[in-house]
């Protein structure tokens, strides 16, 4: 392939995952990875440190790998977004927007992940709907809500090829769990590996839409491979895999750590777990460019356990 891929947020849950399925897809020299305060020292491809904030430094980056294709990945999640509301919006839009405007400048094709966190608790909570009512009470869902409005206009305004997915809660091992609110999985998994007990945050009857990493990365790989003229939303696709409460995951993973030890203790990131979907209707990505998932809870929570167990050792 001429042009190379940059991603950014390289060395956060999703890049960390998706860099190495790029390479295999495309060859590790057709992938820069950019990182800023957390690259990892065993990166063994391209790595450019760089703050995603600095419009320069990444038109820089661009010009000198001849960059055609950038996944943004770069976000603040739930948790750190009502911490910090104000650094959570300059790093959410204001990065977003350098990358669009950058898309434009260079005719690059973009891959920009929204979240279920767009939704609010004005939204069906049920099977809910690609289109439907947005009013998330999250900085973080204002922030994905906003980027998904500047998706859509910079296609419409500028053809930009910028394409889009609302993640579910994403379930993966290789990173612990970082500030969002479906990282409780996370936390319930290294600590039930580890052999300590765990303090849910959420009640154990929550229930939420989940996807295993390699599901999420098949899609966001997926969904760059169609043909523009499939991708028929430009703001954000409606991605889902399985729904489960804390309830079930703790009980799955006890069917690989019988020794599993956890006490419910819901706190404020209840309020924004209350305020998201249980299921989401995904079927307009399955007619439009083909999606479908393939890991359910066993799989997931066997894969998870035996890999993390694997890493540990
Ligand atoms: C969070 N894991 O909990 C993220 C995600 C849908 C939630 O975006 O903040």
């Known amino acids: 392939m001429s042009k190379k891929i940059l991603v950014t947020g390289a060395f956060g849950q999703i890049g960390s995952e998706l860099v190495p399925a790029l390479y295999k897809e495309y060859g590790k020299d057709n992938v820069v990875a950019m990182g800023h305060s957390n690259i990892s020292s065993d990166s063994y491809g391209i790595v450019e440190k760089a703050d995603a904030k600095d419009k320069d430094a990444v038109l820089q980056i661009i010009k000198k790998y001849d960059i055609g294709i950038i996944y943004h990945l770069?976000?603040?999640?739930?948790?750190?977004?009502?911490?910090?509301?104000?650094?959570?919006?300059?790093?959410?839009?204001n990065g977003l927007k350098n990358i669009l405007e950058l898309?434009?400048?260079?005719?690059?094709?973009?891959?920009?992940?929204?979240?279920?966190?767009?939704?609010?608790?004005?939204?069906?909570?049920?099977?809910t709907p690609q289109e439907t009512i947005l009013e998330p009470t999250t900085m973080y869902g204002v922030t994905k809500v906003t980027g998904e409005n500047l998706c859509r206009y910079f296609n419409l305004k500028y053809n930009l090829d910028v394409r889009s997915v609302r993640y579910p809660g994403i379930l993966s091992w290789?990173?612990?769990?970082?500030?969002?609110t479906t990282e409780?999985?996370?936390?319930?998994?290294?600590?039930?590996?580890?052999?300590?007990?765990?303090?849910?945050?959420?009640?154990?009857?929550?229930?939420?839409?989940?996807?295993?990493?390699?599901?999420?990365?098949?899609?966001t790989i997926d969904i760059m491979k169609a043909t523009s003229s499939e991708i028929?939303?430009?703001?954000?696709?409606?991605?889902?895999?399985i729904s489960f409460t804390a309830g079930e995951w703790e009980k799955a993973l006890r069917k690989n750590i019988p020794n599993l030890k956890v006490v419910y203790k819901p706190d404020e990131r209840q309020k924004i777990a209350d305020s998201w979907p249980k299921s989401i209707d995904d079927?307009?990505?399955?007619?439009?460019?083909?999606?479908?998932?393939?890991?359910?809870?066993?799989?997931?929570?066997?894969?998870?356990?035996e890999n993390l167990r694997k890493a540990q050792l």
């Open 74 to 93: 770069v976000s603040l999640l739930s948790v750190i977004g009502e911490k910090d509301p104000k650094v959570t919006w300059d790093i959410n839009v």
């Open 174 to 180: 290789k990173t612990p769990p970082s500030a969002g």
């Open 184 to 219: 409780y999985t996370i936390a319930m998994l290294y600590d039930g590996v580890q052999g300590r007990e765990n303090t849910c945050w959420l009640s154990s009857e929550t229930m939420l839409p989940m996807m295993y990493v390699d599901d999420a990365i098949k899609a």
């Open 283 to 305: 079927s307009r990505a399955r007619e439009d460019w083909g999606w479908k998932h393939e890991y359910d809870l066993t799989k997931i929570t066997r894969l998870m356990v």
């Open 103 to 127: 898309g434009v400048e260079f005719g690059l094709q973009i891959f920009w992940p929204s979240s279920i966190a767009a939704f609010g608790p004005t939204t069906p909570r049920e099977n």
């Open 232 to 241: 028929k939303i430009r703001g954000s696709y409606n991605l889902a895999a």
